[in-house]
């Protein structure tokens, strides 16, 4: 080598140190130490400004929104009503304290020491985000809560550091159970719910105060991966997963000595029930939360009140009578029409309101085929004529006001009346002679056989003998609403507007022996912030004993050899009344036991609910009067709420008989040969002689004389207890007032 290149050599190296020496100097120790100190000096600087710069927000909407839960009388879940969340926010002292254990033990073992943050975790959140490997990194309970109290699930870099700072506040501004409370409150465990409580109902059908550890460590398990871990849908991986997440968390549980050893071999895998759709509205549900909602407003709780979620209503519905009302339909009527091939039986509509009679309590109603198919609640709806089934509230009045015939004689079971079809009444202003159904005549009949068998010219004419006006104050204290209630004697025939809950106030009255019964569907309403305790029932005695009881005695005939015989059953004492409105427009049976007082009702309806039809040919049968579908539907149900039948019978105290006239003798009808009469029982046998002569023109107020013969009537009795002839009926079939009467409508 040349002295030329020697120096270019010795040149070129003098440079390349020069080089390194100068990048030594530039990143000496000092200098690097100086760099990171200044880095984290701003980042602590930027981090302090976010801090003051960031506040506690309010809570985010979908945070705070809770459902309503609906529940049967025996705490089970009847419906669910939101905004399109299913969660009810429990306090923490609700939820077991093994079970809050589990889930610090599944989540964040450090919970009860740490400031809130875990800042590895933060850190490696931030990382998977920035390189876009999604949501995944550890985080503090606190933090969960506070993403899902206070932001969004959105995976943003600002996302997470506004997490990191608001739950270093929150954690500074609230306790370890303010903070636990609001995790699981707000925390998504599939199947669609939101919060412990759903949580619970979803998985394990109980409340979360039930739940116990297995199965609050398997929803603590549940969160890290809601879809996959949930054993019904999971796959074979899954399973396996979740399984050792539990068996994770119960050994944390044994690390942090909220478990020994021994209670955690003795557990097993708490596998859960298969879910089951969201309680909607469907079938029977919309029906009883509409009336429940309803009463709810009548206590004080408003729409608005009920859409801020958060309550529990308990209904007073009886789940197994409910079931067993809907089955009684179904089999009794549902199974039997063509709704889609036969006009009439499309639109044959099913109402019926069951009444505990000591309480009160509403204990099932059928308001229609499907809530979501027919809104209208044809339990509650006062659309259609209660027709006959008002004919023992004319009774219960003549007993309560003491009333007489236009003869004079004290009305009760055993009083005479004339029966003849188109009868004009005597004593009113108002003319009025309908026709009984089939236009059959009876002649003189005693109130018993005609409540059997459902006369309509007697119980026109006890109306006028008790007054219109007198009837209705007495239907009115009994239940029946002031709706179309006109003060004349075509009302007698049921020609107000009343609904089966109406009806079943008043019959369930006469059950209770004449002490105020005012149906309420709704037990108890309770929010975490507050409750509210429905207002007690007044129970006041509207009617004597003595007349409810004599009314249910004579009632007690419409089952046993009357209208209401479909009724009948030695499984049970029955009591009850048929009714069938005009044109058939309407069709009912109105009942009771000792224990229990229901009124079924079919309504024809057409249009889309818009006007009334006729329910002759449902299910191809002829007329559907009240002693058809409806008792048969009414005994259905009833064997079936009674458990198969009772052995409970009427407890009937001062029963009244009424008077009868006695048999005429030769003083009294000197022109007319006498005939031998069997002397009468004053308890029981009638005599054959009517207890009143109708006027021919039926404005005339005089009564008659006893000295006046008796009419002839048009089918004369064939023995001294005046047995109902063929035909008898409850219906309202061409009522013909004479000009200037009402019309039935």
Do not use: C
């Not at 800042?119 to 985080?139: C, D, E, H, P, V």
């Not at 009868?660 to 002397?679: A, F, G, L, Q």
């Amino acid at each position: 080598m040349g002295r030329a290149d020697a120096r270019r050599a010795q040149a070129q190296e003098s440079r390349r140190a020069a080089k390194s020496g100068g990048i030594r100097r530039l990143f000496t120790w000092k200098k690097l130490l100086g760099a990171f100190l200044g880095i984290v000096l701003l980042a602590m600087g930027a981090f302090g400004a976010l801090y003051l710069y960031v506040d506690v927000p309010a809570a985010n909407a979908m945070a705070e929104r809770q459902s309503n839960v609906y529940k049967y009388s025996d705490g089970t879940v009847l419906a669910r009503t939101g905004k399109g969340v299913n969660r009810q926010i429990v306090d923490l002292d609700e939820v077991p304290e093994e079970v809050q254990h589990a889930f610090v033990a599944a989540e964040n073992k450090t919970f009860y020491k740490d400031q809130g943050v875990d800042i590895k975790g933060t850190a490696r959140g931030l990382f998977n985000t920035l390189t876009g490997k999604g949501k995944q990194g550890g985080s503090t309970i606190t933090q969960q809560y506070v993403k899902n109290y206070y932001l969004t699930q959105d995976a943003t870099v600002s996302r997470k550091l506004k997490e990191l700072v608001i739950s270093l506040k929150v954690d500074q501004k609230k306790s370890k159970d303010e903070i636990l409370a609001g995790y699981i409150n707000t925390a998504y465990y599939g199947r669609g719910a939101s919060g412990i409580q759903a949580a619970a109902q979803a998985y394990y059908g109980v409340d979360a105060k039930d739940l116990d550890v297995a199965q609050g460590a398997y929803l603590a398990s549940l969160l890290q991966a809601p879809s996959q871990y949930d054993w019904n849908s999971a796959s074979a991986t899954g399973k396996r997963l979740v399984k050792e997440r539990w068996a994770y968390t119960l050994r944390n549980m044994v690390e942090m000595e909220w478990l020994t050893e021994s209670e955690k071999a003795k557990l097993e895998f708490a596998v859960p029930q298969k879910p089951k759709p969201a309680e909607g509205m469907e079938g029977q549900r919309g029906y009883l939360v509409e009336a429940a909602n309803k009463e709810l407003e009548k206590q004080g709780i408003s729409a608005e009140d009920r859409d801020a979620g958060g309550w529990t209503f308990t209904l007073s519905i009886d789940k197994k009578r409910q079931k067993a009302l809907e089955k009684a339909v179904e089999d009794q009527l549902e199974s039997k029409l063509d709704r889609k091939g036969s006009k009439i039986d499309a639109g044959v509509q099913a109402g019926a309101t069951s009444v505990d009679p000591k309480t009160g309590e509403v204990v099932a109603m059928y308001g229609g085929e499907d809530y979501v198919k027919h809104y209208i609640n044809n339990a509650t709806r006062q659309d259609y004529q209660p027709a006959s089934t008002f004919k023992p509230l004319v009774l219960a009045s003549a007993l309560e006001n003491e009333s007489r015939t236009q003869n004079g004689r004290l009305i009760g079971l055993n009083t005479i009346y004339d029966g003849t079809s188109k009868r004009p009444v005597v004593g009113s202003d108002t003319p009025f002679n309908p026709q009984n159904e089939d236009d059959r005549s009876y002649g003189p009949i005693s109130v018993q056989r005609a409540t059997n068998s459902s006369v309509n010219a007697v119980f026109a004419q006890m109306i006028v003998d008790v007054t219109p006006a007198a009837a209705k104050e007495t239907a009115l204290a009994l239940g029946v609403p002031d709706k179309n209630f006109p003060e004349r004697p075509a009302v007698s025939l049921g020609t107000m507007n009343a609904s089966t809950w109406d009806m079943a106030a008043a019959y369930a009255t006469l059950d209770n022996h004449g002490k105020k019964v005012t149906p309420h569907i709704l037990k108890a309403a309770e929010h975490r912030d507050r409750s509210v305790k429905p207002a007690a029932p007044k129970r006041e005695q509207v009617i004597s004993r003595a007349s409810a009881d004599t009314v249910t005695k004579a009632l007690t005939g419409v089952v046993d050899a009357g209208s209401g015989s479909a009724a009948d059953t030695s499984a049970y004492d029955a009591a009850g009344k048929t009714g069938t409105s005009e044109d058939n427009k309407s069709a009912w049976f109105a009942g009771y036991t000792p224990e229990l007082t229901t009124v079924v009702a079919l309504f024809g309806e057409g249009d889309g609910g818009r006007k009334q039809v006729s329910l002759t040919g449902t299910a191809n049968s002829g007329r559907a009067n009240g002693g058809g579908f409806p008792a048969r539907i009414w005994a259905d149900y009833t064997l079936g709420a009674l458990g198969g039948g009772s052995d409970k019978t009427f407890d009937l105290q001062d029963v009244e008989r009424g008077e009868v006239p006695p048999p005429p003798t030769p003083s009294d009808t000197p022109s007319e040969k006498p005939t031998p009469s069997e002397k009468p029982t004053p308890s029981e046998t009638p005599s054959k002689t009517p207890s009143e002569t109708p006027s021919e023109t039926p404005t005339s107020p005089a009564p008659p004389t006893t000295s006046s013969p008796p009419p002839t009537p048009s089918t004369p009795p064939t023995s001294p207890e005046f047995p109902p002839l063929p035909g008898g009926g409850d219906g309202q079939p061409g009522e013909r007032p004479q000009a200037g009467g009402a019309a039935p409508r």
